[in-house]
């Protein structure tokens, strides 16, 4: 990876400004997107990071100077919208958007089965979406990949990717290292989508400036989140207290999606499942969206949809109220 140190120069104060956004919200956008650092330095902006990424942060504020030299009216948010078109390497120039070569940093996600496409489309319709079925139906893995959908268009800023830290039928016992080395092995699944679906630098980077952060439940309580794309995995083995309170962590803006299993619930025996308390309170709320996923929107190996399916008629992994 080579660096790179490159100097725009501007003509006025209000060209910086225009670029770099009020409070330099614009700037801090390019460090978010890019790891690129952007400084006002004598007349010039000074782009400071990796030479790919600086140059195409160069290139959009440039194309910006050039529209608004040629006299015409360039705000701040059409810059922020051209810096955010860059995650696909589609640059929008003059209000037309140029497809350049597109760089690793999403996959083209779309539904391979009826449920799947059920999914999708309350995820577009709802701001709180439930979804419920068996392993491999894509319910994490397509809310991971609408919230990253939503985070390259700017209807978000953040991404807040949320599991209990409740083990599966095991006790794992004392685990060597810091807190964070603890709750890392519960919160695997979430990175394992992360992997798919963004390129290592893009996660490296969007982990590290906290656009996507991965936590464990407990850390929800007293928190408001806004503009973010929040999911809960795993939801089957939250509390009805835990579940409530994640609930109302919605602030303006946000997209709430919940996802689980409720044949596999990991709470001990006397427990109700949030979950499946959720479901029964909240089926009839009109601007909440319920998703129920089966076997037949299984789309791992093949012997997992009749794995399912089998253990299903043999009335094993039952769902608990």
């Known amino acids: 990876m080579s660096d790179a140190d490159i100097q725009i120069p501007v003509q006025s104060v209000d060209e910086a400004r225009t670029l770099l956004g009020p409070l330099d919200s614009n700037a801090r956008l390019v460090r978010e997107l890019h ?12 782009l400071l990071g990796d030479a790919g990424h600086v140059q195409v942060v160069q290139q959009v504020f440039e194309d910006s100077l050039a529209t608004m030299r040629a006299g015409r009216r360039l705000g701040t948010q059409e810059v922020a919208a051209r810096l955010r078109a860059t995650l696909d390497n589609d640059i929008v120039t003059d209000g037309v958007v140029e497809r350049g070569p597109r760089a690793p940093v999403g996959v083209n996600v779309r539904a391979r089965t009826a449920g799947q496409q ?9 701001d709180v979406v439930f979804a419920i079925g068996p392993a491999g139906t894509g319910k994490t893995y397509l809310a991971v990949a609408k919230a990253i959908e939503a985070m390259k268009r700017g209807a978000v800023r953040r991404i807040v990717l949320v599991r209990p830290a409740v083990e599966a039928g095991e006790k794992l016992g004392f685990l060597p290292g810091d807190f964070q080395a603890k709750i890392d092995p519960y ?5 394992d989508a992360l992997q798919d679906l963004l390129d290592a630098r893009t996660r490296a980077r969007w ?3 906290d656009v996507v952060e991965v936590c464990p439940l407990a850390y929800m309580r007293g928190r408001t989140l806004n503009r973010s794309f929040v999911i809960l995995d795993e939801a089957q083995n939250t509390t009805v207290p835990q579940m409530l309170m994640f609930l109302t962590r919605l602030g303006e803006g946000s997209r709430m999606v919940v996802t689980g299993d409720p044949s596999q619930v990991d709470l001990p025996g006397n427990v109700t499942s949030g979950l499946a308390d959720a479901v029964r309170k909240l089926g009839a ?21 009749r794995i399912v399916t089998a253990y299903g008629e043999h009335g094993a992994g039952k769902p608990r109220a």
Do not use: F, K, N
């Not at 790891?35 to 000074?46: C, E, I, Q, T």
């Open 35 to 46: 790891g690129v650092s952007v400084l006002a330095r004598d007349g010039s902006l000074r």
């Open 118 to 126: 059920v999914y999708l489309d309350c995820m577009e319709q709802h």
């Open 187 to 191: 919160l695997r699944p979430m990175y």
């Open 207 to 209: 982990i590290e400036t």
């Open 285 to 305: 709320v009109e601007e909440i969206g319920m998703v129920r996923l089966d076997a037949s929107d299984v789309v791992r190996h093949p012997v997992v949809s």
